[in-house]
């Protein structure tokens, strides 16, 4: 059933994953779930730039030496971890959003659909045993500067993802009736 799933969904980290690679029809399979995300005015705002291999090492220092630039009381476990995290995962996929040149749509609702997006993959790693999570550090307004974004593209963050070994604990939601008012 959809909702065993959407319940066994988790955060699972790169420090969690192990060696295996992820093939490129896998990832293509994810990301075409992806593409089936609802969307106001069939935008589709969704962007995806897929980091794999020798990439991930760059994506790394990137993160780390810009940390390095702009925090002011830089520490040093963060740096490296910033540094190892995308060489732990089998892939990155930098999350996007185009806005509509337009604009004939709020941003949030574009936002919105790439969240949407976004869950779609994350149910399909769940299916498919592989760890995945958003991560979405302050450093990624800077990615302009890794990327080619393209005029009104903004990363909103990395989707990390690799093959993990040890059973995730199991997710906790505080009690439902706090969030529901029956009107
Ligand atoms: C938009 C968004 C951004 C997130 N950014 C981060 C992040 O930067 N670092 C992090 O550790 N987790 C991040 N997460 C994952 C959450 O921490 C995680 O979903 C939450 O702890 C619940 O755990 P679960 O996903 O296993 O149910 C993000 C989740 C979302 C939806």
Redesign the pocket.
Known sequence: MIEDLIRR???I?PDQYNDQPIDRATLFRVLEAANWAPTHKRTEPWRFKVVTGEKREALGAFLRDKYLDLDPSPKEFKAKKLYHNPQRAAAIIAICMQRDPEERLPEWEEVAAT?MAVQNMWLVCTELGIGS?????GLIRHMGEFFDLAEGERCL?FFYMGYYDEAPPE?TRSPLDEKISWE
């Open positions: 969904r988790r955060s980290f969240a999570y958003w991560s979405s550090p963050g997710g």
